[in-house]
């Protein structure tokens, strides 16, 4: 992820990413090293999906999306981590 650094802060820029689903529905992503995925409905990245780790299409592409390397994640997400991003999202 590169960082431009300014006297008062650092703008960082994570990569973005297309992903086919297995119900046929593109998806957009950009992945943050530290904050992990963002999802998105159109290539823009204007229209966020909020509930996400509900939808067991988009969860799927993100485990083969970790399972081919591309996120600097140890181990995919699982039922229990899901559930915590779920409670820190909705507070």
């Known amino acids: 992820m590169p960082c431009v650094h300014f006297v008062y802060g650092v703008l960082c820029f994570s ?5 086919r689903l297995s119900d046929g529905r593109h998806i957009f992503m950009d992945w943050h090293r530290h904050c992990g995925p ?6 823009a990245m ?5 509930a996400w ?3 067991l299409a988009i969860t799927e ?8 390397g591309w996120a600097l994640v140890v181990e ?3 039922d229990e ?4 991003i779920g409670r820190v999202v909705l507070g």
């Open 38 to 43: 963002t999802f998105y409905f159109d290539r």
């Open 76 to 78: 995919p997400f699982t």
């Open 46 to 50: 204007n229209r966020e999906i909020e």
């Open 15 to 19: 990569p973005r990413f297309r992903l």
């Open 81 to 84: 981590t899901l559930g915590l």
């Open 53 to 55: 780790w509900d939808d």
């Open 61 to 68: 592409a993100l485990n083969w999306f970790q399972s081919r």
